[in-house]
């Protein structure tokens, strides 16, 4: 089996939604947000200018599943841990053709032939006390890091949990 790798500019170019919006929030444009991570792959957090997360993407090339580890990655970022739910990852493998002509004449030269792999991580709004929340990405952390958190829906941005406690570390493996 080969191992797990980087996704290479060019497919990672075809991967990208060409106008990516925050639909059920504000409309308005997101934003990619690159966050580092130990994982061979890229994660990207799609958020609008107020915070709010409209998906996050894992992309990994790879033969092997990366959801259990993505999982334990966005666990140790997410306050509480448990707003991270295997339910809510859902993965895909992209191939050569649907990615445009470039990216699928790279994938053809490519050995070994594996596919990409893509999580999606999407949190729907959910009620807590018959208030509406929303999933929110803190970016405050350092660069290329981030912070989940939930807050109700019509929360200004403001300080992510971490941000309150004057925290900017996160949790170990």
Known sequence: MARPSAVPPV????????????????????????????????????????????????????????????????????????????????AASRHGPELGRTAERFLERARPVRPIRVVYWRVYPFEVRKIQHRLFACFRHGTGSAVFYAAPFDAAPGECPRCRTGSSRLRRR
Do not use: I
């Open 11 to 90: 497919v990672a170019r075809a991967l990208r939604p060409a106008h990516p919006k925050c639909y059920r929030h504000c409309e308005r444009e997101t934003l990619p947000h690159t966050v580092r991570t130990a994982l061979p792959g890229e994660l990207r957090v799609f958020a609008c200018p107020g915070g709010v997360v409209s998906v996050a993407s894992y992309t990994e090339w790879s033969d092997r599943d990366p959801q259990s580890r993505l999982l334990r990655e966005l666990r140790r970022r997410a306050l509480p841990p448990s707003l991270v739910r295997r339910w809510d990852l859902r």
